[in-house]
Structures are given as structure tokens and as C-alpha cells.
């Protein structure tokens, strides 16, 4: 999409209360009641050479004269930003005669500085940059750090707008460090975190330039900068249309021409409406495109910026292709070119229409030439309508190489998001697949290793136990009693305590999940023996692996067995190691 882009100074335009295209009578009695008096002090000082500045140094200026230079040059400001260039350049350069005449070299500099900006906004860029360098001279010069910083980004807008983008970067950020650094003008940084926005997204480096404008929006908000608000929210419409996202980018453009309407900015409504009618027509809604294109049109007449024409008739031409409209799209992209190319004058234009004119109209007073004339204009007609048709058939073929192009980098660069998105789903599943086997494996280990720790824990109460019946059966004095106590109590503690109990059945889950969940599903009635028994079984253990864990003799293993499957309506030759297993 051919977007138009709305760069950005740091002149403080006050905004009023106009909202049309229209001048109205209070800014009229403004405008000619200092019209009247610069024109008056412009011949006092011609008149009197006592004003001279060769009599005046920079600090001792009149207090009279310099506060009316000041005046004039907001009123410039004024009268550009309502998008009245004309007036608003009479202004300048009396304020710039008046500002040489009586050495007021910070007047001076800002009338050239406006000046600049008129050049800017009608198109005529070389002349705006050699009046952005003569301003920054003289600022440069008498250390005006505000007047820099501006100049740093004007002379930074012109560049980008002839595509010199590595420069236009270095400018605006030299402007935003002197604009944080020395002034601490949230203004002026507002200001330029928005322009290098808009160079970001001329290198397409579109994270940069939306993260850059949106901090510019919001200092805006903060100080309740409307103008600079609504730029921002232009700016962050032509990026998402850039992107691909058309939703955003009408909803943000729509923002940004609602708040220009409020102050009556015309120069971004123009590009709010060209970006519009841009936006609609990819979206296939020509009545809409038309629409904004036309109000684009309608509002430029009043402040004649050669660019919005420019980007108005590509825009005119896009539609009337999309349309099918193939003659009126090429006679809106000659018009495109007659604005485009700077190199052919005005005046070139107007001597080969004349020639144009007297080589079709002097000589028809001969019947037999006019004849000749009208068969002439016939084929010349038929050539154009071929021409036209060849032309529209090259742009179409054109435009769906391109879009073809895009469209097979976009699947391309799907296709390798898509794989790199599957080969990282692959490695984390293999990754977690290794780690859950470990897990599995660790609890393996420590169930086993805790078993074979409760086994000879069992084999040493064994011990225990025949070294009590062995001391008992002794009749020696020369018996310990106290030995005996002992081991008689070591004997009658709990083999499986709750404690040994819990540490198990934890380990045993991490084996086995969902164990515990399913016997209790299948077997609701099981006693705690019982369920220690299943467990048990599940591990492969035999009868007196079984009765040493539990701390229980064999018979007991044997009678809870028994029991169980009872319970369970088995016989006596079905095993209970296939029902363990079955769980």
C-alpha cells in the first residue's frame, strides 16, 4: 500500500478553533491587524538608521521591535499549520527583513527556520533544506540549543523524504538527545521519538518504529498535545497497514483524523484520508475509498501540497485499476507524474501545452486538413486506447508477479515458522519423555532399594529374636539382663510403622500412579492388611519377604491371603499375583 507519511517539526503551533477549510473572521482581523503593523515598523526601520544593529549588540535589542519579529513568526506558524502557505510566506519574509535589519539574529533564524517548513509542506524539499541549514547556522552560532534541535529534525524529514534514510536516523536522534539531554522539552522529545518511528518504518524495521511512536504518543498524552496525538495515531495506521493488519490500521487512522478535525491540522487529514481511501480499497470497498480519496482532494485545493497530490493520484490510480476503470487509472497516474517529476518547471508544462494547442487548432481553416486532422485525431485516439489497454495489461501482469512473489514468501516463511515451530515441539516431547523415564526409573530404584532395607531390617529382628530365646534359655548368673530387656523391646516394636507405611505407598505411587485410585475403584472393602498384601504382591515378593516387611509370621501372610480372596469370590488355586498385576 502506497502510504502517505506526516513528518513532524518541533514549531509549537498553537491550534484554534477551525475546523474547515475556510480562514475565519477573527484569525482575519488577526492576520491584517499584524500585517498593518509589521508593514509599518518594516519602513520605520528602512527610515531610521539609528535602529541599525551595527548600534545594538545580541543582548540590547529593542523592546519594542523584537517582540513584534516574535509575533510574526508564531503568526506564521499559525497561518502554516491552518494550511494557509501563501500568506503564512508573506509573513516570513517580512519577519526575516525585519530580523536582518536590526541584527535580531534569533528572529532571524526562526523566520528561516518557518520558511523551511512552508518549503516542506508544498513540496519544494531542496529549497526547504537550504533554509534548515541557514536556520541551523545561525543557531549553531548563538548557541540556541532549541533552535538545533528543531533544525536537527527538519533537516532530518528532508533527507528521508529523498531517501537518504542512514541520515535522516543519525539527525533525529541527534535531536532527541539535545532535546533530553539539554532541554528536557517533552515536546520536542514527543516530537522526535515519532520521526525515527517513521525512518524505522522506511528500513521496515516495524518493531522499532512502532515501539518509537507509540512512546512518542504517550508523552503527547501527557502533556496534552493534541496535534502530536493524532500524527502518532496516522503514523501507527501506515505502519499495521505495512504489516498486513488493515482492522488496526483503519481503526488508528480514523483516530488520528478525528483529532485533526478537532484541531483543523489539513495537512494530516489529507494523509488521513489518503490512507483511508488506501486501506478500502484493499479491502475492496471502493465506495469508501472514493470517498476519503475525493475529500483528500477537495481539502488540498486550500493548501496546495504538491505530495498529497502526488500520493492522492497514485492512490486514485490503484482504485480506478481495482475497479476495472483502466482509462481513468492511467489519466490519474499521468497526473501522478506531472507532480512527480520536479525536474520539468511550471513553465515547461505551460509551453508544451501551447504547443500542443497551436499544433492541433491553427490550421483548420483548410476543409481538406481538417479532414486530414479529424482522420489524425481518430487514429490518434485508437493508438491511445491501445496504448492505454497495454499499459493497464502490463500493470495487472505486474502487480500479480508481485503479488505472486508475496504470496510464495509469505508460505515460504510460514512453511520454515511452521517446521521450527514442530522441530522445538519435538525436542521439548523428547525432552520431557527422557525426564519422565528418569523420574520413573529414580522411583524404581528407591522402592526397591527401600524394600531390600525393610527386608533386612526384618532379617535382623530374626536375629534378634533367636538371640532372646537363646539368652532366655540360659541359666548362667553371668546373664545380662539388662541385654535381655533390650532386645525384647526392640522385638515387640512395630516392623512397619504408619510412618514406614506412608514413605512406601509415596514411593510405590510414583511407580505405580494411579494404583491406590484404581484398587480402591475395583476393591472398595479392602482392610489395610489387605491393601498392604496387593501391594506387596505387585512388588513380586514371596511369603517371607512379605511376613519380614509386615512384621506379621507366615501364617498370618497365609490366613490375609486367604481372606482376600474370599473376598474376592476367588478359589484357593487362583493366584493373587494376576490380580495385582490386572490393577
Known amino acids: ?4 507519511l506526516v513528518f513532524i517539526t518541533t514549531k509549537p503551533a498553537k491550534k484554534g478553533d477551525i475546523k474547515d477549510c475556510i480562514m475565519s473572521d477573527y484569525h482575519k482581523k488577526i492576520y491584517f491587524s499584524f500585517m498593518k503593523r509589521a508593514i509599518i515598523i518594516f519602513l520605520l526601520l528602512l527610515l531610521v538608521p539609528n535602529l541599525r544593529a551595527q548600534h545594538i549588540n545580541d543582548n540590547s535589542y529593542n523592546i519594542i521591535d523584537t517582540p513584534h519579529i516574535n509575533s510574526l513568526n508564531r503568526l506564521v506558524r499559525d497561518l502554516s499549520a ?14 526575516l527583513s525585519m530580523a536582518q535589519t536590526i541584527g535580531y539574529e534569533k528572529g532571524e533564524a526562526t523566520a528561516l527556520g518557518n520558511m523551511g517548513y512552508i518549503y516542506h509542506d508544498i513540496g519544494e524539499y531542496p529549497q526547504a533544506l ?5 536556520s541551523m547556522k545561525i543557531n549553531e552560532k548563538i548557541g540556541n540549543k532549541q533552535g538545533m534541535a528543531a533544525g536537527y529534525c527538519n533537516i532530518g524529514i528532508i533527507l528521508d523524504a529523498q531517501g537518504k534514510f542512514n541520515e535522516a536516523l543519525k539527525y533525529q536522534k541527534m535531536s532527541l538527545a539535545l532535546n533530553k539531554e539539554v532541554l528536557n522539552d517533552s515536546k520536542g522529545i514527543s516530537v522526535s521519538y515519532c520521526n525515527i518511528g517513521l525512518v524505522y518504518e522506511e528500513l521496515g524495521n516495524y518493531p522499532e518504529a512502532i515501539s518509537n511512536i507509540m512512546q512518542s504518543i504517550t508523552i503527547a498524552q501527557q502533556t496534552n498535545d493534541t496535534e502530536s496525538v493524532g500524527r502518532g495515531y496516522i503514523n501507527l495506521g501506515i505502519i499495521y497497514a505495512d504489516i498486513g493488519n488493515n482492522a488496526e490500521a483503519i481503526r488508528y487512522q480514523k483516530k488520528g483524523l478525528a483529532l485533526d478535525k478537532m484541531i483543523g491540522y489539513k495537512l494530516n487529514m489529507c494523509a488521513a484520508y489518503i490512507n483511508l481511501g488506501d486501506l478500502y480499497t484493499a479491502e475492496k470497498k471502493y465506495t469508501e475509498a472514493k470517498k476519503y480519496l475525493d475529500s483528500a482532494l477537495v481539502l488540498n485545493k486550500a493548501i496546495l501540497d504538491k505530495y498529497t497530490y502526488t500520493s492522492a493520484y497514485t492512490s486514485y490510480a490503484l482504485l480506478d485499476s481495482a475497479t476495472g476503470n483502466f482509462k481513468l487509472a492511467y489519466e490519474h497516474y499521468k497526473l501522478y507524474l506531472s507532480y512527480q517529476d520536479s525536474l520539468i518547471s511550471q513553465a515547461s508544462l505551460e509551453k508544451i501545452t501551447n504547443l500542443e494547442l497551436t499544433y492541433k487548432y491553427d490550421k483548420r481553416d483548410d476543409s481538406i486538413k481538417a479532414v486530414q486532422e479529424k482522420t489524425e485525431i481518430i487514429r490518434t ?4 486506447r491501445k496504448s492505454i489497454l497495454t499499459y493497464s495489461i502490463i500493470i495487472i501482469l505486474i502487480l500479480s508477479i508481485i503479488s505472486a512473489i508475496l504470496f510464495i514468501n509469505r508460505q515460504q516463511l510460514k512453511y520454515k515458522k511452521d517446521k521450527i515451530i514442530f522441530e522445538n515441539n519435538v525436542a521439548l516431547l523428547k525432552l520431557e519423555s527422557e525426564r ?5 526409573l529414580h522411583a524404581k530404584k528407591s522402592l526397591e532399594d527401600y524394600t531390600r532395607t525393610m527386608a533386612e531390617k526384618n532379617e535382623l529382628m530374626e536375629q534378634f529374636k533367636e538371640d532372646i530365646e537363646k539368652l532366655k534359655s540360659l541359666k548362667s548368673k553371668e546373664l545380662n539382663e539388662i541385654r535381655v530387656d533390650q532386645l525384647e523391646y526392640l522385638n ?5 510403622t504408619d510412618e514406614d507405611w506412608d514413605k512406601f505407598k509415596n514411593l510405590f505411587e510414583q511407580v505405580y500412579k494411579g494404583f491406590f485410585i484404581r484398587l480402591k475403584e475395583k476393591l472398595p472393602d479392602l482392610t489395610q492388611a489387605e491393601t498392604r498384601l496387593i501391594c506387596l504382591t505387585k512388588l513380586k515378593l514371596n511369603t517371607k519377604q512379605m511376613a519380614g516387611i509386615l512384621g506379621v509370621s507366615l501364617d498370618t501372610i497365609s490366613k490375609t491371603r486367604y481372606r482376600l ?5 476367588l478359589t484357593e488355586e487362583t493366584s493373587l499375583d494376576d490380580i495385582a498385576e490386572s490393577i
Open 436 to 440: 519422565k523415564e528418569e523420574e520413573l
Open 492 to 496: 515387640k516394636a512395630t516392623i512397619l
Open 82 to 95: 491552518k494550511g494557509f502557505n501563501k500568506k503564512a510566506d508573506s509573513v516570513a519574509r517580512i519577519a
Open 565 to 569: 480372596k474370599k473376598k474376592m469370590g
Open 1 to 4: 500500500m502506497k502510504a502517505t
Open 130 to 134: 537550504t533554509k534548515f541549514f541557514e
Open 381 to 384: 485516439a485508437e493508438n491511445k
